[in-house]
């Protein structure tokens, strides 16, 4: 049973900081690409950065500058350091990943179960 759990969100002040965290456990053989998604509320949820386990990254537009994507491959957990938060950041953040969880390679994609973000005064 592989799951991806995740902590580190809470209600922060416009131009403040968090830190995301996901660690992922379980069966696992090997973790592909890692990343975060958000929903904000009546939203569809969207990418916000992935990370491939070599250390390539992808930012939304919205993000870019201001958030930072990593990864520690022992730990299997994914951070998203997120700076300079504005009120359009609130939403539910998702974390993501791709994970090889059987010997013979088979894999599956599997999500957290998401923690708020509130970027408010």
């Known amino acids: 049973q592989v799951q991806l759990v995740e902590s580190g969100g809470g209600l922060v002040q416009p131009g403040g900081s968090l830190r995301l965290s996901c660690a992922a456990s379980g069966n696992i053989f090997g973790i592909h690409v890692m990343g975060w998604y958000r929903q904000a509320p009546g939203k569809q949820r969207d990418l916000v950065a992935h990370?491939?386990?070599?250390?390539?990254?992808v930012y939304a537009d919205s993000v870019k500058g201001r958030f930072t994507i990593s990864r520690d491959n022992a730990k299997k957990t994914v951070y998203l350091q997120m700076s300079s938060l504005k009120p359009e950041d609130t939403a539910v953040y998702y974390c993501n990943a791709f994970i090889v969880w059987s010997l013979d390679g088979r894999e599956s994609d599997y999500w957290g179960q998401g923690t708020q973000v509130t970027v408010s005064s």
């Open positions: 990370i491939t386990p070599g250390g390539s990254t």
